[in-house]
């Protein structure tokens, strides 16, 4: 049992707009910690997408963006791809358990 | 560019130790501005923060594997290492190097994994 909770599967066909939640609490998401988005394709290391709440690294398409309100976060992807298809996490930090926290991933599949 | 690079054991056996090496290269690990994970991943499962350590030497471990897990580091061979005691089949993961940043503790650098596979 992950301490974020995120839908384990999403779909969508190309061209359309998904979205992934993630749901955290008062000691994590909902405490003002920072989340953090990655995507990882079949066969290789999680690549970051977002991170603090709403920032794309270098490289990342606008396509992905990311949102935070209160004690949830979520990732949007719009004018889905075929090469969008891969599991995606979420991160934070939680204060009770003075650590890093995943969400236990969405399998996100291109219809 | 930073990159990190996993070594070490593909196979373990239960009871004993799992050790791991991290290598930096492309950028020092006496930066200020990170802290070296080690986050694992079952076979078709999630994601598992593990801990981290930081240029100083401090660390901090996910409670869960607190009892049985050190990391270190050494700043001159631009290293940092896991070890995990008293291993079994439910150890057996894909393990990563990464490097968080100071602020929020956001991966922004992963090594390509290594697996590792508990087994007699």
């Known amino acids: 049992q992950s301490v974020l909770t995120q839908p384990p599967s999403v779909s969508g066909a190309p061209g359309q707009r998904v979205t992934i939640s993630c749901t955290g609490s008062?000691?994590?998401?909902?405490?003002?910690?920072?989340v953090h988005w990655y995507q990882q394709l079949p066969g290789t290391a999680p690549k970051l997408l977002i991170y603090?709440?709403?920032n794309r690294p270098s490289g990342v398409p606008d396509r992905f963006s990311g949102s935070k309100s209160g004690a949830s976060a979520s990732l949007a992807i719009t004018g889905l791809q075929a090469e969008d298809e891969a599991d995606y996490y979420c991160?934070?930090?939680?204060?009770?358990?003075?650590?890093?926290?995943f969400g236990g991933g969405t399998k996100l599949t291109v219809l | 560019q930073v990159q990190l690079q996993e070594s070490g054991p593909g196979l373990v056996k239960p009871s004993q130790t799992l050790s791991l090496s991290c290598t930096v290269s492309?950028?020092?690990?006496?930066?200020?501005?990170?802290?070296w994970s080690w986050v694992r991943q079952p076979p078709g499962k999630g994601l598992e923060w593990i801990g981290r350590?930081?240029?100083?030497?401090?660390?901090y471990y996910n409670p869960s594997l607190k009892s049985r897990v050190t990391i270190s580091i050494d700043t001159s061979r631009n290293q940092f290492f896991l070890r995990l005691t008293s291993v079994t089949a439910a150890d057996t993961a894909v393990y990563y190097c990464?490097?968080?940043?100071?602020?929020?503790?956001?991966?922004?650098?992963w090594g390509q994994g290594t697996m590792v596979t508990v087994s007699s």
């Open positions: 008062s000691s994590n998401i909902g405490a003002g910690y920072g």
């Open positions: 350590t930081y240029y100083s030497g401090s660390t």
């Open positions: 603090a709440n709403t």
């Open positions: 492309g950028g020092s690990i006496s930066s200020g501005d990170h802290y």
């Open positions: 990464v490097r968080a940043d100071f602020g929020d503790f956001h991966g922004d650098i």
């Open positions: 991160q934070s930090y939680d204060s009770t358990l003075s650590g890093v926290v």
